[in-house]
């Protein structure tokens, strides 16, 4: 397993497919490199990038320091693009197109984003503070189960769903990362796209077709607030993208 050691000393666990250039995928909320829909589209850009995928701190094999900053997140992302040489392209999806976004600069010379949650762009902000609110109570208390469950609700699953899933054999993983729940939420803070930053590089939005309506508001917010900044919406395409359909998308835009 290849790692490699972020500036706080956290370890790092990474993958790398493929030939061409670097090409970076940052993973939403309670996905890692061994669950998440990463993998597949890794494998159907292999033959056009070089491409990693990495767990990202407190997930799957990486590691975790505390107290975490999300300074330290962007840190990780950034040791990623020198383990890539130092320049990279980076997608991510999600939460993850939001740390991705922070992390803009710094050797990253093209940025796409898929449905990025800045849903404080779409509404008025207070689901999103009661949501943070319940769920470091649930943190603090020791309640990952019941943390994962409200993540899950939060983002429009039914509840029984949740509860079916809850006797499952995987809910014990997604307890076990529940904490980076946390994490997400304070890289999206109030939920509005962040201001300030100096995204001088291309950049791409993209929108779930068949994504809730407030989220495909939201990535067309996220378009509109990134000065020169293109967007597009994937006609059917839920939340949880087709590698199949959205790899064309990426090579293109990449590889321009």
């Known amino acids: 397993m290849p790692t490699v050691t ?28 061994a669950a998440g829909p990463l993998q597949p589209l890794a494998a159907t850009l292999q033959g056009r990038f070089t491409v990693y995928t990495y767990d990202r701190r407190g997930r799957g094999e990486s590691s975790d320091t505390l ?14 693009v020198e383990q890539a040489g130092g320049e990279a392209f980076v997608y991510g999806i999600s939460s993850g197109a939001a740390l991705a976004l922070t992390a803009a600069g710094s050797g990253i010379t093209r940025l ?10 779409v509404e008025d902000g207070v689901r999103i503070k009661e949501y943070t609110q319940q769920l470091t109570e649930l943190l603090a208390e020791g309640r990952r189960g019941d943390a994962v469950a409200l993540f899950m609700n939060n983002v429009g699953i039914p509840a029984e769903v949740v509860a079916g899933m809850r006797s499952g054999p995987g809910w014990s993983t997604l307890e076990s990362i529940a904490p980076t729940l946390a994490y997400d939420a304070e890289i999206l803070g109030d939920g509005r796209v962040p201001r300030g930053l100096d995204i001088s590089v291309p ?54």
């Open 6 to 33: 972020s500036a706080d000393r956290t370890m790092i666990a990474f993958s790398c497919i493929g030939s061409g250039p670097a090409l970076i995928l940052v993973d939403g909320a309670m996905c890692f490199r």
């Open 67 to 80: 107290p975490y900053a999300v300074a330290r997140e962007v840190e990780d992302l950034r040791a990623l």
């Open 112 to 121: 796409a984003l898929y449905d990025p949650p800045f849903m404080g762009e």
């Open 203 to 256: 950049t791409l939005v993209l929108a779930g077709g068949a994504s809730p309506a407030p989220l495909q508001q939201a990535a067309r917010a996220t378009a509109d607030a990134l000065p020169g900044a293109g967007f597009r919406t994937l006609d059917g395409q839920t939340h949880d993208v087709a590698p199949d359909t959205l790899a064309p998308v990426l090579a293109e835009f990449f590889g321009s």
